[in-house]
């Protein structure tokens, strides 16, 4: 992925949106913002951003 120095934005967080956000952190992402309908998916999905 060629996301080293941006931010993304995932939609659908819920899901594979854990995996997807420390995978995303690891490529280099600057910052990683989710939304989606399910609330609890999406913060699940910053928070393991940010650990």
Sequence with gaps: MRVHDRVVVMT???GIGPAM???YAAEGATGVTAAGIDE???TRSVDCREA
């Design 21 to 23: 956000a420390l995978r």
């Design 40 to 42: 609890i998916g999406a």
């Design 12 to 14: 659908g967080a819920a």
